[in-house]
Structure formats: C-alpha cells, structure tokens
C-alpha cells in the first residue's frame, strides 16, 4: 500500500471490537484516516467515540481487530509487540491528560530519561526551551503547577525527536488559560520539529488552532473539516 511520500499514517477500514464475555463493544466501525507530515490535527468527539481508541492504534499502544494502519512504510497492523515497542521508542512521542513526571526527578532529569533511549535525542534543555520552561529546569514537580508539569511533558516527549506526537486530551486538567499556554507549547513544537500532531480533545473551542479537524462519533469518522487560517492559541478561550 504506496501513497504520496508525504503521508505519515495511512488507515484503511479500521475496526476495533472489545469483547467482554457475550458482549461487544464496537470502538471503532471502519475508519479511514491520512495525514501529513507536518500537520497539525485535532480530533474532536464525546467519550466513547472512539478518538483515543483510534490515536492508541495509530500509536503502537493497542491492536486492530481488522483493517490496515501504516506509518510510512510500515504496517503497524502487521508488527510484532517487539516491532511496536520500537515504533513507538523510535518515532513517537505521547502527551496524555495527567503528566505521568517522576516526583523525585527535576524536569530536566524527567526529560533526560527519555533522551537515554532515543535513537536522535536533542538536549534535555533545548526541549525546556521549546515549551517556555528553562527557569524551571532545576524545579522538582511539585514546584511546578499542573500547566507547567504539562508542558515538562510536552518537552519528554519531543526530546526523543519524533516523526508523530500523539496528545490524547492534553488541556483535559487544566483550566482556560493555563490550557492555552499548553497549546502554544504543543504549536510552537509542531513548528519547530515538525511533528505530525494528533491532539485529542472534547473541547469544540481548540478545533480553530488546527490545520484539520476530524469529529468522531460512535466509533465512525462523521466530520472532516479543513481550517483555511489557523487562529493562535491565545485567540481561544473555553
């Protein structure tokens, strides 16, 4: 399954059945999904609709029950649970909702323990810098407040350098403006690195800082939408 070189994941009819003794529960109804590197992409849909079902898929966290994913020439529907592991040391970066810091680690040392294992880190400091964070680099978590461990998390996970960040309701604990500040982390990095992102949210307010915007519902694709101009993250509010 070839396509133009500038696509990053592919997905072809894309199931996902949960059984729970007689009980299925169908997460996801065949999704087809492309996107580019680069982009920027928020998914939008209630709980239950399957959007962070698909993003772990996609991620190398969890498996198809039938259809096709791809990361560029790799059919990730097809790869060992060694083979995944790999994809996702090698070229995927997570954002979740709660930051997962170790407390008795500084943010510095918090994101050098990714860049031990990756393959091209860059500088534990330089990914501080990126999220507007090198004044806190000696703080330990619980110094910080919830946006600033969040953007600590944003920086472990663009440290590794990788091709696609994943963020599955990366604002989910924060209020407006401290969220805000996130998103201008989660943009500026896009930017910077170039990373495929993928931001999960139920929040309908974040849809205007993204290039496209795909709205999930009953484990289907019912809604794609493509922002003509991007607003910046401080010209939202929730």
Known sequence: ??????????????????????????????????????????????????KSTFLNIVGGLDRATSGEAWFEEHQLTALTERGLTQYRRDHVGFVFQF????????????????????????PADEALALVGLSDRADHFPAQLSGGEQQRVAIARAIAKNPQVLLCDEPTGALDS???????????????????????ITHNAA?????????????GRIVEEIVNATRKAPSEVSW
């Open 1 to 50: 399954m070839e396509g133009p070189a500038d696509i990053v994941f592919r997905a072809s009819g894309l199931t996902k059945v949960y059984r729970n003794g007689a009980l299925e529960v169908h997460a996801l109804r065949g999704i087809d999904f492309q996107a580019r590197t680069g982009e920027f992409i928020v998914i939008l849909g209630p709980s239950g609709s399957g």
């Open 99 to 122: 930051y997962n810091l170790v407390p008795s680690l500084t943010a510095r040392e918090n994101v050098q323990l990714v860049t031990e294992i990756a393959r091209h880190p860059m």
């Open 177 to 199: 403006a401290t969220g805000i500040k996130v998103l201008e982390a989660l943009t500026q990095v896009n930017r910077a690195v170039g990373a495929t992102t993928l931001v």
């Open 206 to 218: 974040i849809r205007d800082i993204a290039d496209r915007v795909i709205r999930f519902a009953d």
